[in-house]
């Protein structure tokens, strides 16, 4: 696995409630968007080219097979939703559960995995990836380390309570991070996964809209980021899903993606 550069994304002070999130969130897509601060990533592409070579030297990573799709050969796709589950949630999981789709759910703790503990059992009995987005959506980079930390490992216990798994993936809030949190989450067992695909549907209830977003930007590998918080999200879900079918899109986990690499713990993923 290529080592990655240590950087720091910084966008703005942090913020609270509802609104401030929506800008945060925004502010996010500005490193993937407008290229004007610079996250080197690991892609899948080359997660699994590494996987394989690993493989066949015999020394491929142990439970981390392709299931049932070879991102190699087919034109895969990882659906990810953040900041959930929420009163949303049900109906998208019917939603993926009618499509035969997996999803990588990456929650929040406060007022969301305790709020919706059955939901996130659900999520894990139902084959999707549930990861975290941490306890509070707190902006690493501002955070000391015992903070990061909390952040971290609050979600993960509570997780690992609910379905029997620890999570091994994390999203940082506003896709920030730096050495610091590098460092914990390789300390803690986590890698990040960032997103190649947004719909900004933070800012907009127009599903079409959202729908024409992603369908804009997919390309293979593609990393989509969506939020089941948001009124306008889950009823996109069902187009974006059948339109990216036609165009002879697979629906995988993010793990599922990597194979037969997989994402190791301190290492940045888009």
Known sequence: MPSLSRKTITLGTGLRGSAAFAL????ALLPALTGCTRLETTSPSTVRAAGAEAGAAGGGPSGH????????????????FDAGPSENSPRLLDILREKQVPATFFLLGKRHIDTYPELVKRM????????????????LTDLAP????TELTRPNEEIERLTGTRPTLM?????RTDD???DICRELGLAEVLWSVTAKDYKTTDSDLITRRVLDQVARDGIILLHDIYDGTVPAV?????????????????????APGAAEPGEVYR
Request: with cysteine; glycine share 8%.
């Open 24 to 27: 945060a969130a925004a502010l």
């Open 146 to 149: 015992e903070e990061i930390r």
């Open 124 to 139: 894990a009995d139902e084959g999707h990836e549930v990861a975290s987005h941490t306890w509070t959506h707190r902006i």
């Open 65 to 80: 097979g392709f299931g049932t799709v070879d991102c190699r050969k087919a034109r895969c796709v990882a659906l990810t």
């Open 180 to 182: 610091t949190v590098h």
């Open 171 to 175: 999203r940082p809030p506003q896709g």
């Open 238 to 258: 069902p187009g974006i899903i059948d339109a990216l079918k036609e165009r002879g899109y697979v629906f995988v986990t993010v793990p599922q993606l990597l």
